[in-house]
């Protein structure tokens, strides 16, 4: 089926700092946290909580000063998402790609573009994304093509899948190859001519990212619209950094909300095994000791995801081959252990907490079917060679965006 359109904007607020925009979001994450695990239940769209991020001012952070924006470091940026993701997880997906493609207009977009487009984002519009494409090669190979109209535009022709966002969004920016291969990114109204984006998305877990199908046939994109992406990669960049940066973070938030739901239940619902001798759970010293592994991972995964925003803020300040490197191999070791103790935490969470909590209408398997399905993306193995790499010769990682 296809989605009814997003509801219209609230009034939007524009966050002026860093610390405004950390307090937003702590506060629109407890908002979010009621009601997550019965919109996951019920695979509930979240169109009037989406709404409510774009009218918090959240969404135009990233834009830059000049602009009106509040252009909070990336590291700020990431704490937003996982503060974000430990209330709702697919709350916190759903923006992932909105950041990214701001991320592109600051580095390849025109100043008129940057202009029109950072305008639209500070009055609430948001980005989707349709660059994953089923059935080719490999996550590089982009078969939808942008070719030239013959009057200065182009025509769009595609099948996108995976599109985390496309559905709550204004304005869907499009990975296509132009006729001598190189990747561009088309930003395509989401209610063009052409243009279908299809609810199909029917993961075990995000269930509420609505990352589905966007088809593109013969879509008319004005040549204003369409940015080199390609240039991007031609010399240092920290865009896959960034990018991955914001996956370990939503990984670290759903971490944290499964321990804390954990603990929760522990100190309210769980009885003391019997050959404790105990009269309460919390006394009991090897789910203390438990805890404490689990709460040590966490902690470490919150360091390397700092660290790792740290070297990305550093970086920018100072772009080179080196700087641009150590950001990504700092991104890619927080990725790998937000992942591990993503999956590892959320599913301890019955270990810890028992019997009862295995009663599906708790709904507390969402946070492994969350950690799950989300610590998919980009293989943490090939992370892992990267870091390995550089450690033992000093090789950098390429510079493929995904990194």
Known sequence: ??????????????????????????????????????????????HEQ?????????????????????????RTLAEVIRLLATGDPSLAQIPQSHFVYINVLRRQGTPEQQKFFFGEVLSGRRFGNAQSEAGTRHVQDIRTRLSPAGDGSYVL?????????????????????????SLH??????????????????????????????????????ADRVVPHHLTFQGPQVHGAVAQ?????????IAAAALAEAAEFVRTRSRPWFESGLDSAVEDPL???RFGELGLRLRAAEALLGAAGGAVDSAIAGLTDDTA??????????KVQAAEVAVEVSGALFELAG????????????????ARTHTLHDPVRWKLQHIGRYVLTGARPPRHGLL
Not at 325 to 334: H, N, P
Request: proline letters at 6%; hydrophobic letters at 45%.
């Open 355 to 370: 019997t009862r909590a295995a009663d599906d209408s708790l709904n507390l398997h969402r946070h492994w079917r969350d």
């Open 157 to 181: 022709d595609g099948l996108k899948h995976y599109s985390t966002g496309a559905l709550f969004a204004q304005w869907i920016p499009v990975l296509a190859r132009v006729e001598d291969g």
């Open 1 to 46: 089926m296809t989605d009814p359109s997003p509801p219209a904007a609230e009034p939007v607020h524009v966050i002026r700092d860093a610390a405004e925009a950390v307090e937003a979001a702590a506060r629109l994450a407890a908002e979010f946290r009621e009601g997550a695990a019965e919109r996951d239940a019920q695979r509930r769209l979240p």
């Open 185 to 222: 990114v088309a930003y395509v109204p989401r209610d063009a001519e052409g243009v279908t984006v299809v609810d199909d998305w029917n993961g075990m877990g995000q269930r509420t990212t609505a990352s589905g199908t966007v088809r593109l046939e013969g879509v008319r994109v004005p």
């Open 245 to 253: 940066l914001l996956h370990a973070a939503i990984d670290a938030g």
């Open 50 to 74: 989406v709404a409510r991020l774009s009218a918090s001012g959240l969404l135009g952070i990233t834009v830059p000063a000049g602009h009106g924006g509040a252009d909070v470091p990336v």
């Open 325 to 334: 490197a150590e950001a990504s191999i700092a991104v890619a070791a927080a």
């Open 287 to 289: 789910l203390v000791q």
